[in-house]
């Protein structure tokens, strides 16, 4: 055995000294081997401050080709560190090189273990880095999303032809101006305020181009819709909150109910749905059917039940199981109709039994097709129940749009939301200025 290894001896040295053995692995493991020669003896001590610890002696002997190769072992004098991708504090570096500085202690080696300690110490601050925060992308997404729905709208059509062929600054171009604004809804009053305001400033010469004139109208439009564009806001304390939704047949009242169930599912809030109106076929189920959706309880008693009975038992539910909103809906029906005016001025007061504060919001929908006679419908509803806010829809198809411009000068109602699509997240929070944008051309000739 003795001359096999002797044999091998040379072999062994030909090969790279990082990966031969030390002296005191081979002595443990031999112990009737001869003793090395003074050079190498004296070379002993040096290799087994290098050597990892371990059990060497419980290996059977064999030849040196089959002894464990360690990996090689750095000096502490001269720690080999990774350059990180930022400074890292002296602590943070000494804390992960900790285990490779005590002696007895087994632990990875060589650069690649040094690399895997700074790894995991820049790991924490690679997770609590700051993100670049998305909301400047979102919110241009979202006026895009008014713009890409409201393009087809005859408000827009109209002024994107006007002023897509970089129109010369006269009177011509004013009184343009003025047929789209009749055109699109805005209404005669409204309409004039704005084109006397332009004409006024044009004679003064504060115009330098039609650039600057359709700038000013984008000022104009945005400070009859500022005052009313203001947010829904649920108060906590109204356990539950009571918001009745009115309107005439066909504008999408039911619809407005269920994507605002949606909406308030998503927030978090503790929502129930009143089936009130019992007039129109399938108006209960359709109501059932969204609150399958969402997953929000509806009561409902069926058709021809009375709306105030049905309005009535959802607030004794809502306030037996702590709900935080209370949707109640109703029949569509005729502004011109006082009968059934009446019924809804009756649903009113019947809540107010249960609830000296309820509703807490009176929401009247109306259809963003209906033009002018919007103004009238809002004008008998709003004598009758006290409305609170307006629920403008179908924006997107072909409603001219101005309607909203004539409701806000003339009653001054918050404009809560506004209906842009079929999605239930195309109820949107009313934008003033996203609503602006996408009316009116970006620039000249676009």
Known sequence: MLSFFRRKKPDAADTDTAKRPSLDELAAAFPNAPAPGTAESEAAPQAAD???????????????????????????????????????????????????????????????????????????????????????????????????????????????????????????????????????????????????????????????????????????????????????????????????????????????????????????????????????????????????RNGVPVVAQGQNADAASVAFDALQAAKSRGTEVLIADTAGRLHTQQGLMAELGKIKRVLAKLDPAAPHEVLMVIDGTTGQNALSQLRQFHAAVGVTGLVVTKLDGTAKGGVVFALAREFGIPIRFAGIGERPEDLRVFDAEAFVDALLPEALGA
């Open 50 to 292: 290098g050597a990892l610890t371990g059990d060497a002696s419980a290996a059977p002997p064999g030849p040196v080709d089959a002894a464990p190769t360690p990996p090689a072992q750095p000096s502490p004098t001269a720690p080999v560190h990774r350059a990180p991708a930022e400074p890292v504090p002296a602590e943070v570096i000494a804390a992960a090189l900790e285990s490779e500085s005590v002696p007895g202690r087994l632990s990875t080696s060589g650069t690649a273990g040094r690399a895997d300690a700074l790894d995991a110490a820049l790991a924490p601050s690679a997770r609590t880095a700051p993100e670049e925060s998305p909301e400047p992308v979102a919110a241009a997404e979202d006026r895009k999303g008014w713009r890409d729905r409201l393009r087809g709208s005859a408000f827009a059509r109209a002024f994107g032809g006007l002023f897509s062929r970089n129109p010369k600054l006269d009177d011509d171009l004013l009184d343009e101006i003025e047929t789209a604004l009749l055109t699109a809804d805005v209404g005669v009053a409204a309409t004039t305020q704005l084109v006397e305001s332009l004409r006024k400033r044009m004679k003064a010469r504060e115009f330098a181009d039609a650039q600057a004139l359709l700038a000013a109208l984008r000022n104009d439009l945005l400070a009859m819709l500022r005052p009313v564009a203001v947010p829904l806001q649920i108060d906590r304390n109204a356990r539950p909150f009571v918001l009745l939704t009115v309107g005439v047949n066909g504008v999408g009242k039911t619809t407005t109910i269920g994507k605002l169930a949606k909406r308030f599912k998503d927030e978090g809030r503790p929502l129930m749905l009143a089936a009130g109106d019992t007039f129109r076929a399938a108006a209960v189920a359709q109501l059932q059917a969204w609150g399958d």
